[in-house]
């Protein structure tokens, strides 16, 4: 069993910051990549950004230059910066752990529940 867990959500007026962490736990022998996607209601889950551990990040075009993610590899632990916060950006994150998971060395593709973000205008 993996266990993934976001937190950091919340109200945050346009123009400020938040930061989202994501913990993955259980029965992981390797995570090669993290990411974050967000739903908007009525709206499709669309990917916002993700890195390779070890690799590169990627950001989807409505964030960059607004948002970085990073990691704490030691911690299994993906963070985003979420800066210059716009209502658009209001949606439910969610974190995705992908990489090898034990036993027998399956693939692991696991999801958290998400958090919500609200910006308000």
């Known amino acids: 069993q993996v266990q993934v867990v976001e937190s950091g959500g919340g109200l945050v007026q346009a123009g400020g910051s938040l930061r989202l962490s994501c913990a993955a736990s259980?029965?992981?022998?390797?995570?090669?990549?993290m990411y974050w996607f967000r739903q908007a209601p009525g709206n499709q889950r669309d990917l916002v950004a993700g890195?390779?551990?070890?690799?590169?990040?990627m950001y989807a075009d409505s964030v960059k230059g607004r948002f970085t993610i990073s990691t704490d590899t030691d911690k299994n632990t993906v963070y985003l910066q979420m800066n210059s916060l716009k209502p658009e950006d209001t949606a439910v994150y969610y974190c995705?752990?992908?990489?090898?998971?034990?036993?027998?060395?399956?693939?692991?593709?696991?999801w958290g529940q998400g958090t919500q973000v609200t910006v308000s205008s």
């Open positions: 995705n752990v992908q990489g090898i998971g034990t036993p027998g060395n399956q693939g692991l593709n696991s």
């Open positions: 259980g029965s992981i022998s390797r995570i090669s990549a």
């Open positions: 890195i390779r551990i070890p690799g590169d990040s």
